[in-house]
């Protein structure tokens, strides 16, 4: 095998795509040999019941488990565009309407990170600006793990909210919006061209809690990047913050690395958009348009793009939204 070769890691970069390429097809074969053989317990189970030794429901519980694993490699076969397999930064926003919908906006988080928790992801937390009364104004999650970008990308979008606000004395049921802007965290086997001399930083002190240390020291960094686009010649202010921890060094390096992801993603749209004038029967996705309301007194989350809703609203803001992905995914995923 290549990766027993002596030399093999001598290059590191080589040696990563390579080992991505192997966890990639092992998952596959892992796959496939899990339905094999729960296909196969299926029939020896079936013969069972026709002779008394096996029930009707433990057939059923077993066969709805083999639909379930023929459905996850499924769902797999739609995350096949070439960021899918990497890790994710989501960035949530709140829209206008003051605490409420900056409330919003922080139970979206609180929401992601029980959905990173939930699929064994990790998450970490940069650039929170806290709310002026409640919750949060923008935050930036960095989801790390296997094709968790594939997952999230169809979060893209504005988020409605329908509720009695508790901070409303009225009583009055209200609407609030947040949006969510999915982007996939480019590791170094990707190659991002970033011109330095575009680049300036500032420092800051850090806010929010954390001990004395945190407003002592400026620890917080903001990236300014002049970017060019290379198709179109317009020009913008690329700026990123993060306050992620207090060793600025790291936290410099955190903000380069959503610069790459987020110059990956913008050649990435642009492929998109090319693939799109193609193919230009297929349904269009529409990005950052409202794809999702979340109606708490009618105990009812609707996705508006598939149509998939669900009752359970307590679970859904638990983290509990693998039904609502895999249902973006069913329809769209093969589009892409």
Same mark, same amino acid.
Request: hydrophobic residues 35%; aromatic residues 8%; proline residues 1%.
């Given at each position: 095998m290549r990766t027993q070769a002596p030399d093999f890691w001598n290059d590191a970069k080589n040696a990563e795509r390579v080992m991505k390429q192997v966890r990639e097809l092992k998952g596959w074969i892992e796959g496939c040999d899990a339905v094999t053989?729960? #296909?196969?317990?299926?029939?020896?189970?079936? /013969?069972?019941?026709k002779e008394g030794e096996a029930t009707e429901e433990e057939v059923d519980a077993h066969y709805a488990e083999t639909? *379930?694993?023929? /459905?996850?490699?499924?769902?797999?076969?739609?995350?096949?565009? /070439?960021?899918?397999?990497?890790?994710?930064?989501?960035?949530i926003n709140s829209g206008a309407g003051g605490t409420e919908s900056q409330?919003?906006?922080?139970?979206?988080?609180?929401?992601?990170?029980?959905?990173?928790?939930?699929?064994?992801?990790?998450?970490?937390?940069s650039n929170l600006q806290d709310g002026d009364e409640a919750g949060i104004k923008t935050v930036t999650l960095q989801i790390e793990g296997d094709f968790a970008y594939g997952y999230l990308k169809g979060?893209? =979008? #504005?988020?409605?909210?329908?509720?009695?606000?508790?901070?409303?004395?009225? =009583?009055?049921?209200?609407?609030?919006?947040?949006?969510?802007f999915a982007t996939p965290l480019v590791d170094d086997t990707i190659d991002v061209v970033i011109n330095q001399a575009a680049i300036s930083w500032d420092t800051f002190r850090s806010g929010?809690? =954390?001990g004395q240390n945190v407003n002592k020291v400026e620890s917080g960094v903001r990236l300014r990047y002049q970017y060019k686009d290379p198709y179109t010649g317009e020009e913008e202010e690329i700026l990123i913050e993060n306050t992620e921890t207090r060793?600025?060094?790291?936290?410099?390096?955190?903000?380069?690395r959503q610069l790459r992801s987020i110059l990956y993603d913008k050649e990435l749209q642009h492929r998109m958009a090319e693939?799109? +004038? #193609? /193919?230009?029967? +297929?349904?269009?996705?529409?990005?950052?348009?409202?794809? *999702?309301? @979340?109606?708490?007194?009618?105990?009812?989350?609707?996705?508006?793009?598939?149509?998939? &809703?669900?009752?359970d609203v307590g679970g859904v803001m638990d983290g509990k939204i693998d039904d609502?992905?895999?249902? @973006?995914?069913?329809?769209? =995923?093969? &589009?892409?």
């Amino acid at each position: 095998m290549r990766t027993q070769a002596p030399d093999f890691w001598n290059d590191a970069k080589n040696a990563e795509r390579v080992m991505k390429q192997v966890r990639e097809l092992k998952g596959w074969i892992e796959g496939c040999d899990a339905v094999t053989r729960s #296909v196969e317990d299926l029939n020896v189970l079936f /013969e069972f019941a026709k002779e008394g030794e096996a029930t009707e429901e433990e057939v059923d519980a077993h066969y709805a488990e083999t639909v *379930r694993l023929v /459905e996850n490699l499924e769902l797999k076969n739609m995350l096949q565009g /070439e960021a899918d397999e990497m890790s994710c930064v989501l960035k949530i926003n709140s829209g206008a309407g003051g605490t409420e919908s900056q409330d919003w906006a922080s139970m979206l988080m609180r929401m992601y990170i029980r959905w990173a928790e939930n699929n064994h992801y990790k998450c970490a937390v940069s650039n929170l600006q806290d709310g002026d009364e409640a919750g949060i104004k923008t935050v930036t999650l960095q989801i790390e793990g296997d094709f968790a970008y594939g997952y999230l990308k169809g979060e893209n =979008g #504005v988020h409605r909210l329908v509720r009695v606000s508790p901070y409303n004395a009225q =009583g009055k049921r209200m609407t609030s919006f947040a949006s969510v802007f999915a982007t996939p965290l480019v590791d170094d086997t990707i190659d991002v061209v970033i011109n330095q001399a575009a680049i300036s930083w500032d420092t800051f002190r850090s806010g929010g809690a =954390g001990g004395q240390n945190v407003n002592k020291v400026e620890s917080g960094v903001r990236l300014r990047y002049q970017y060019k686009d290379p198709y179109t010649g317009e020009e913008e202010e690329i700026l990123i913050e993060n306050t992620e921890t207090r060793d600025q060094p790291k936290n410099k390096e955190n903000a380069l690395r959503q610069l790459r992801s987020i110059l990956y993603d913008k050649e990435l749209q642009h492929r998109m958009a090319e693939q799109a +004038k #193609v /193919e230009a029967g +297929k349904k269009k996705i529409e990005w950052g348009s409202q794809i *999702r309301s @979340y109606v708490f007194d009618d105990r009812r989350v609707k996705d508006h793009r598939t149509n998939y &809703q669900t009752s359970d609203v307590g679970g859904v803001m638990d983290g509990k939204i693998d039904d609502f992905i895999k249902a @973006y995914l069913m329809e769209f =995923g093969g &589009q892409e």
